[in-house]
């Protein structure tokens, strides 16, 4: 059975850094374009920044955007969220996401994998 697992999540004082990893089970990261996703309490789920199969095609929201770095070590299957400069209102559930051979894209329809999300809480 395919499986995402999210890690790294934590609380961190605003102005603070957390890494998030995204690591398959069962298959290999290689051939899926990987998207990162958050979702607030009381907030719909948005699209935070996404990869492509080799790593040369990134994408970030507005919100993000300076801030956050996504990245890929295909020899690890892994991917990873470098989140820099957090801010309270980045307090979310951080959610992988996986589609094969896919486009570099923010839309959670796209995506056919799922993780079970980590908590990043951002607060002093």
């Known amino acids: 059975q395919l499986q995402l697992v999210e890690s790294g999540g934590g609380l961190v004082q605003p102005g603070g850094s957390l890494r998030l990893s995204c690591e398959a089970s069962?298959?290999?990261?290689?051939?899926?374009?990987i998207g990162w996703f958050r979702q607030a309490p009381g907030k719909e789920r948005e699209g935070v920044s996404g990869?492509?199969?080799?790593?040369?095609?990134?994408l970030y929201s507005d919100s993000v955007k300076g801030r956050f770095t996504v990245s890929r070590d295909n020899a690890k299957s892994a991917v990873y969220l470098q989140m820099n400069s957090l801010k309270s209102e980045d307090t979310a559930v951080y959610y992988c996401?996986?589609?094969?051979?896919?486009?570099?894209?923010?839309?959670?329809?796209?995506?056919?994998?799922w993780g079970q999300g980590t908590q990043v809480t951002v607060s002093s």
């Open positions: 069962g298959f290999s990261l290689d051939d899926y374009a």
């Open positions: 990869i492509g199969t080799s790593g040369s095609s990134t």
């Open positions: 996401a996986a589609v094969r051979a896919g486009i570099t894209t923010l839309m959670e329809v796209m995506y056919d994998y």
